[in-house]
């Protein structure tokens, strides 16, 4: 009688036991339901809230500038053509030909472009050296443009785009001699992810040319604001934040140059230029693109106004 009370006890254990078991798991099923669903609802924010930068919105608008200039879609476009209005940052091509050199980058460079915009420096790298480049872009319409345009371009066979988040990037098994990225980690907090995955694509010596924003000094209320919801920027470094970073993720030889000033005086000229040709531009574009893109241009001469936000344009190379 004693052994199968024991017997029974030893089952009801078990099944108790067994309930523990099958409560966990579905306590772990809900956390990743959870997780995947916030990690959705992370990407689809990142997507939307980068689009309250005016810079972004109607990335096709350059097929207006392109058809007043008499080039349609159906023609063969050459770079010179688009280079005024493809580059997304700041000194135009100028900038990319500093990327080429610093870089050496030729027709047997791979080069990584992190954030893309619509392709204009991966274009023009390509077009310039030969050299095959993989580009990079978050937001599917400017992705989309990027590809309408180096297919415009007769670029297709050296430049790839593709649409994703760099920290999402998993093709990592196929190493890059050179990275390049201009005005885009800006946009991205977790500079520790983000620069491991810089480094993880490079391979071995493999070096990156980066211009970005950095914090000379502590920004106001305002200024905050203005980055964060006009910007999409919510974070930046010093300079020595940004070397003790870069060296911490796996780089060296790391070299900064100032590009305040230039930019400073860059920034006030094409807001100045926009303002002059105002007329002109609702004529090409519509009001609501100009106004975008005026309220756009006057914050950020704003910004360099202040003093406080600098640029900087940075090589460095992996380990
Ligand atoms: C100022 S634009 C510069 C575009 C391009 N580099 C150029 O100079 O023409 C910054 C670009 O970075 C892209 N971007 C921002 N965060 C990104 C991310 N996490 N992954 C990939 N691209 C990103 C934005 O969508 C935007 O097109």
């Known amino acids: 009688m004693k052994i199968v009370k024991g017997i029974k006890k030893k089952n009801l254990e078990k099944a108790r036991e067994n309930i523990e078991v099958i409560r966990l798991y579905v306590r772990l099923l809900k956390d990743f339901h959870q997780i995947n669903n916030n990690n959705r609802k992370a990407k689809l924010s990142m ?13 096709e608008r350059i097929y207006n500038e392109l058809g007043i200039a008499g080039l349609k879609k159906d023609v063969t476009l050459k770079i010179e053509d688009i280079s005024q209005y493809d580059q997304y940052h700041y000194l135009g091509t100028e900038s990319v030909d500093e990327a080429i050199r ?9 080069v990584f472009d ?16 030969g050299a095959y480049v993989t580009a990079l872009e978050l937001q599917p319409d400017l992705n989309a443009t990027a590809q309408s345009l180096t297919q ?46 810089c480094n993880n694509i490079l391979k071995a010596n493999g070096k990156m040319f980066i211009e970005d924003f950095y914090k000379r000094g502590e920004f106001d209320k305002e200024e905050l604001r203005i980055l964060s919801e006009d910007v999409y920027c919510n974070y930046l470094p010093t300079l020595e934040e940004y070397r003790v970073q870069l060296t911490a993720n796996g ?9 305040t000033e230039r930019w400073s005086v860059f920034v006030k000229e094409r ?9 002109r531009h609702i004529k ?36």
Request: charged fraction near 30%.
């Open 114 to 129: 992190v954030g893309s915009g619509v392709g204009g420096p991966a274009r023009y790298i390509a077009e310039k050296t």
């Open 251 to 259: 780089f060296s030889k790391i070299e900064l140059v100032d590009m």
């Open 284 to 319: 090409v574009n519509g009001i609501e693109i100009v106004e975008g893109l005026e309220d756009f241009y006057q914050k950020i001469v704003g910004l360099f106004n202040g003093r406080k936000l600098g640029g900087v344009r940075i090589v460095a190379q992996k380990e």
């Open 271 to 279: 807001f100045n230029k926009f303002i002059e040709n105002r007329e």
């Open 47 to 59: 997507r939307k809230n980068i689009k309250r930068m005016k810079l972004y919105h109607h990335p």
């Open 152 to 197: 415009q371009c007769g670029l297709t066979d050296l430049v790839t785009h593709l649409c994703g988040n760099i920290l999402e990037f998993t093709e990592e098994d196929y190493k890059y001699d050179a990275l390049v990225s201009w005005l885009v980690f800006l946009h991205i907090p977790d500079r520790s992810s983000l620069l491991k995955k």
């Open 102 to 110: 610093g870089l050496t980058i030729d027709a047997t460079t791979k």
